[in-house]
């Protein structure tokens, strides 16, 4: 079973964080997507972050923001980590993190 982690953060007026996150402990894990631009083109790569060590876990790379993308890189989080019950994962609310596919893999890591 997953965990939703609920927080937000913004930038202050001095130009530090601010905001609260409740849930960066050893069983969290934190999902980004960003874009990479070559030559000719731009690549999308997905990260999860262990949210205690900020360790990567699990990463993807595609030519398209397609929800496969998202995915590969879970999977291949949950792979590495084998996460325990309660685990807790953050991401933005973006359409390939809240897409049922994304979704069933987060419900049926148990």
């Known amino acids: 079973m997953f965990q939703?982690?609920?927080?937000?953060s913004l930038v202050g007026r001095f130009g530090g964080l601010s905001g609260h996150f409740y849930c960066l402990s050893r069983q969290s894990a934190l999902?980004?997507?960003?874009?990479?631009?070559l030559r000719a083109e731009f690549v999308?790569?997905?990260?999860?972050?262990?949210?205690?060590?900020?360790?990567?876990?699990?990463?993807?790379?595609?030519?398209?923001l397609a929800t496969r993308l998202t995915k590969a890189a879970l999977e291949q989080a949950i792979a590495e980590r084998q996460p325990p019950p309660g685990w807790v994962h953050h991401s933005d609310r973006g359409v390939q993190y809240a897409s049922d596919e994304y979704g069933r893999v987060l419900q049926n890591t148990r």
């Open 4 to 8: 939703s982690c609920l927080g937000y």
């Open 31 to 37: 999902a980004d997507i960003t874009y990479i631009r």
């Open 44 to 64: 999308y790569l997905a990260v999860i972050l262990d949210g205690f060590s900020r360790k990567v876990v699990g990463w993807a790379l595609e030519r398209t």
